[in-house]
């Protein structure tokens, strides 16, 4: 099966720029995961969709951070507008259902650097 | 809340030698527990998790409640073990995942 889909894979910007993340999540999965990765720790989850509702933003500083799940597929994250310490990877996961016994999978990741 | 700390930040083990990777956590309910690994240049992905009771790779994790751990081990390192780590905790009924900051482990030949 085709796995998680993530573009871009690599953005440069700088601090106050505007920038968008896209995901396409593996066919079928109803949930879907949008992960922060700063150099040297875990993945922090920011925002979790069940279809194409929200199960969890508790993390998201949603000052500058939104994400939205249109027709319970594809999947955009934006940040506006960007500070340096926004500089991370940015990974999509999705799973079958939700519930932690099924298995995340995820996508290659976005890795932004902010200037 | 949910946490999950990994004291050893890296790891390095000669080949055929014991290994054991170290997850300690909090967690006011009954945890799900996982081990995630990422090896070079690859995705993230599922090593093993602790209600299968598998054995994934040659490796084993058990949940041990009372010292809140879920530590992996193998038997006998081999050289393509070496990749970053991480324990993962998840709420039963929400799904939500915490990760540890993830343990780097190389197997010298």
């Known amino acids: 099966e085709a796995g998680v889909a993530q573009s871009p894979r690599y953005k440069i910007i700088e601090k106050r720029q505007s920038v968008a993340f896209w995901c396409n999540p593996i066919s079928g999965h109803a949930t879907l995961y949008w992960y922060q990765q700063i150099l040297g720790q875990g993945p922090k989850l920011l925002i979790q969709f069940q279809n194409n509702g929200v199960v969890d933003d508790s993390q998201l500083p949603k000052d500058r951070f939104s994400a939205e799940r249109l027709k319970g597929v594809d999947s955009t994250l934006k940040i506006q507008p960007a500070k340096l310490e926004d500089s991370a990877v940015y990974l999509c996961a999705s799973s079958l259902v939700r519930g932690s016994s099924y298995e995340q999978y995820f996508g290659p990741g976005t890795r932004l650097t902010v200037t | 809340a949910q946490r999950v700390t990994q004291p050893e930040k890296l790891l390095s083990v000669f080949k055929g030698a014991p290994v054991e990777l170290k997850c300690n956590y909090s967690y006011s309910g009954s945890p799900e527990l996982f081990w995630y690994v990422q090896y070079s240049r690859q995705r993230l992905q599922l090593l093993l998790r602790?209600?299968s009771r598998e054995s994934i790779k040659g490796f084993t994790a058990d949940l041990n409640k009372g010292e809140t751990s879920f530590h992996l081990k193998k038997p006998f390192a081999q050289e393509e073990d070496s990749a970053m780590y991480y324990c993962a905790l998840s709420d039963f009924d929400a799904g939500k995942s915490t990760f540890g900051d993830g343990t780097t482990l190389t197997v010298k030949p």
């Open positions: 602790h209600i």
